[in-house]
């Protein structure tokens, strides 16, 4: 968790491996699921009440194939 002022900002870094990815399927086995995902970071849950309330949020989109 990293804390700023108003008027601060900071560049990140963190690596997502493909194991931190995987999903329980209907069996209950940990797999990695083909497709697109969406990482979203901000300061409240994605929604459209946090965004009238002035969340900010930034995304990135990859696939996994």
């Known amino acids: 968790r990293?804390?700023?002022s108003a008027s601060e900002s900071q560049e990140l870094s963190f690596e997502i491996a493909a194991d931190d990815l995987k999903l329980v399927?209907?069996?209950?086995e940990n797999?990695?699921?083909?497709g697109?995902?969406?990482?979203v970071?901000?300061?409240?849950?994605?929604?459209?009440?946090s965004e009238t309330l002035g969340a900010v949020f930034s995304s990135a989109l990859?696939?996994?194939q």
Do not use: C, M, T, W
């Not at 399927?25 to 209950?28: H, Q």
């Not at 797999?31 to 083909?34: N, T």
């Not at 697109?36 to 990482?39: A, G, I, K």
């Not at 970071?41 to 009440?49: E, F, L, T, Y």
């Open 2 to 4: 990293v804390h700023l």
């Open 25 to 28: 399927d209907e069996n209950g």
């Open 31 to 34: 797999k990695l699921i083909k």
């Open 36 to 39: 697109e995902y969406e990482l």
């Open 41 to 49: 970071v901000g300061n409240a849950s994605p929604g459209q009440r």
């Open 62 to 64: 990859f696939k996994i």
